[in-house]
């Protein structure tokens, strides 16, 4: 096959839909999931071309392991759901979901939620998938002069949205969360669907509202659970959750250490299934490159271990950081029936400029600060009229 005759081909499989990209899945499996190691030795290129035709198809990286098929078009999605009868789940996102180098949200939602076996078998059965890019995904490269370069995006942030077949947004899950609290309010939201379907258009704005109050309640109450469960005094826990009804906790309102804690008491609930473990691993430094371990003193951490630990450790503070400080935020909208919830356009604007503090309409993200100096000219930005002391 020529190069010309590739995407007519791609756009074909994609008219199949998951089921096709289930075909692919499964034929790819049975190929490449062999245990004998000369296949295995043998098959890394073509194993490559068959990932990449599979992430052509889905329009998702890596998705040979979660199996997702995923929309671009929301109209096709809105079809799509009309036709089987389920909610969307929109994600937003920096850059392209089907590239490597999306934003850093959105690389773990394919590696630490996507991949995860129960998850993806969720959304394949009881969601129609589309994502949609906010804006290319910031990137850095260091280059040290001989030879080696880090090549990396530096911000980014990711929020997905439950919509009702005409689009309608119904839940906003805004960042990384662990898998455990993602599935639940996967299957929270498709209830909510279901609920709403049987109702008319006024009972379900209603139906919405009484969902977000009720959901922020439960949100109160595990949070303050989760604040006298890191061991803080009454005095102590009083101004968060007085700052926290209020609606002006954030994460710079906590001090590094109570968020530590908090995140500490999550961790037992943030865990990796096999899929997910092996697709981290395989994104990791090899091991030999990530240097050798000593095991004469007993038990020694090894790179891919405190890899592991540390990720666990990230996603447990991101969990509380997107659970219990933006989520609530995101209840008091819908219960307050703010007019920018009914269409999801003005609801992403609202939330990467009020929740995530990266304006769309800024062209830096709010990496540009312009009341920083650098001792650069024009502290180091370029490009014309994108100023950002205008």
């Known amino acids: 096959m020529t190069p010309s005759e590739r995407p007519a081909l791609v756009q074909s499989l994609r008219q199949g839909g998951q089921t096709a990209l289930d075909e692919m899945v499964a034929r790819y499996r049975e190929e490449f999931n062999s245990r004998d190691p000369e296949i295995a030795k043998n098959s890394g290129d073509r194993r490559q071309r068959f990932q990449d035709w599979i992430d052509a198809v889905a329009m998702q990286k890596d998705a040979h392991v979660s199996g997702l098929f995923w929309h671009t078009d929301l109209d096709l999605a809105k079809a799509r759901a009309t036709a089987q009868g389920k909610p969307i789940l929109s994600l937003r996102l920096l850059g392209n979901l089907n590239e490597e180098k999306s934003c850093a949200n959105s690389r773990f939602f394919r590696t630490t939620l996507y991949a995860n076996a129960g998850i993806s078998a969720y959304l394949r059965s009881n969601y129609v998938l589309h994502w949609q890019s906010v804006s290319p995904a910031p990137r850095l490269t260091i280059d040290f002069g001989d030879g080696r370069t880090i090549d990396r995006t530096i911000t980014g942030n990711s929020v997905h949205y439950v919509l009702d077949v005409t689009a309608t947004p119904i839940e906003v899950i805004p960042g990384l969360i662990s898998p455990e609290e993602f599935a639940n309010k996967l299957k929270a939201s498709a209830n909510l669907a279901k609920q709403l379907a049987a109702l008319t258009p006024g009972e379900q704005a209603n139906a919405i509202r009484r969902h977000h109050r009720r959901a922020n309640e439960a949100l109160e109450k595990s949070f303050a659970n989760l604040l006298e469960n890191v061991g803080g005094t009454r005095g102590g826990i009083a101004p968060i959750l007085a700052m926290w009804k209020a609606g002006t906790l954030t994460e710079d309102s906590l001090s590094a250490l109570t968020l530590a804690q908090l995140a500490a008491s999550v961790r037992p609930t943030v865990a990796f299934d096999l899929p997910s473990t092996q697709l981290i691993s395989s994104k990791a430094p090899a091991a030999e490159d990530a240097g050798r371990v000593s095991m004469s003193k007993g ?20 969990t509380v950081i997107n659970t219990y400080l933006l989520t609530p935020r995101i209840h008091r909208w819908f219960s307050e029936d703010a007019s920018f919830v009914r269409e999801i356009s003005a609801l992403n604007e609202q939330v990467y400029t009020r929740l995530f503090r990266m304006p769309p309409s800024d062209p830096w993200l709010g990496l540009a600060a312009p009341d920083v100096f650098s001792a650069l000219p024009a502290n180091g930005l370029a490009g014309a009229g994108l100023s950002p002391l205008k």
Request: hydrophobic share 45%.
């Open 299 to 318: 038990f020694v951490e090894t790179p891919a271990m405190k890899m592991m630990r540390n990720l666990t450790l990230s996603v447990s503070q991101d």
